[in-house]
C-alpha cells in the first residue's frame, strides 16, 4: 500500500449507523478522520441500502460520500451484512482497534454500551484477552435512558446532569422499568432523585458484571458515554479511572478504518 487512500468504516448498530471516513496520507502515518455521520438505522437500510444477494449494497452517491479505497464494516451482534465492495468485521475488533486509536491505549477494559446491547472487553498489550456481551435485553442502553428520559420530559444532556439521592429503581427490564419509574413518580419523588435514580440503575448493572475483569483503567464507549452522570457513577462504583474516547459513539466506525490499515 502507498500513497494516500480514503478508507470509509460503517457501524451497522441497533439503533443507529456510525459512518466514518478516514484518510492515511501515506503508509505507515497516522490515520485522520476527515468525516462523521450518524444516521437512523431504519431509514438507512429503507433509504441508502438493499440486498445483492447475501449482500448490501449501499448507495454512496445519495448519501452524499466520496469513492473510497477501502469499506469495511461491522455490525450489531449477529446482524452483521457484508457490505458490497467491502469487508464485514466482528463487532469486538472493530471496537478494540477504535478504542486503540481514539485513546493510545494498550490496557484496558472496553464498556460499551449501545443502543440496545452492552459489551465489556478485555484488552491486554492490545489484544482481546476476554469478554462478555448482552443483546438480549435493553435494560444497561441507549434505549432505556431513552426510554425514561421521555417518561421525565427531559433531554438525554439534561438527563446525564443528576447524581445526588437517587430513587432506588429495581426493574432489570426496560420495559418494566418504564411503569417502575411512573410509580415514583406517582409517589411524588422529585425529578432530580429520579433522574438520577435512573442513572444509577445502569451502573448497578454494569459493575457485577466488571468484577471479572482486572485492569485500572475503563474505556467507556457507545452513546451511553456522552451521559456525564453514568460517567461518574461508574468511576465512583468501580474506583477505576473512566477514559472516554473524543468520539465515543463512532469507536466502531473507526475502529474498522483502522483495521483496513493493518
Known sequence: MSGQQTICGIDLGSRSVKIALMEEKAEGEELEIIRLESLDTIRFYREYGRKQGDKLAVDFTALGLPEVDRLVSTGYGRNTLELAGGEAIPELKAHVWGAIFQTGLQDFT?????????????????????????????????????????????????????????????????????????????????????????????????????????????????????????????????????????????????????????
Not at 148 to 155: E, K, P, Q, R
Not at 161 to 167: D, H, I, K, Q, S
Open 110 to 262: 472496553l464498556v460499551d454500551l449501545g443502543g440496545q446491547d452492552s459489551k465489556i472487553i478485555q484488552v491486554q498489550k492490545g489484544r482481546m484477552i476476554d469478554f462478555l456481551t448482552n443483546d438480549k435485553c435493553a435494560a444497561s442502553s441507549g434505549r432505556y435512558l431513552e426510554n425514561m428520559a421521555t417518561i421525565l420530559d427531559l433531554s438525554l444532556d439534561e438527563l446525564g446532569e443528576y447524581t445526588e439521592a437517587p430513587v432506588e429503581l429495581n426493574s432489570t427490564c426496560a420495559v418494566f422499568g418504564e411503569s417502575e419509574l411512573i410509580g415514583k413518580i406517582v409517589e411524588g419523588f422529585p425529578l432530580p432523585e429520579l433522574a438520577a435514580g435512573v442513572n444509577t440503575t445502569i451502573v448497578r448493572r454494569i459493575l457485577p458484571l466488571l468484577r471479572s475483569f482486572r485492569g485500572e483503567v475503563i474505556v467507556f464507549t457507545g452513546g451511553v458515554a456522552h451521559n456525564q452522570a453514568v460517567a461518574k457513577l461508574l468511576e465512583e462504583g468501580s474506583g477505576r479511572r473512566i477514559v472516554i474516547p473524543p468520539e465515543p459513539q463512532y469507536n466502531g466506525a473507526i475502529g474498522c478504518c483502522v483495521y483496513a490499515t493493518r
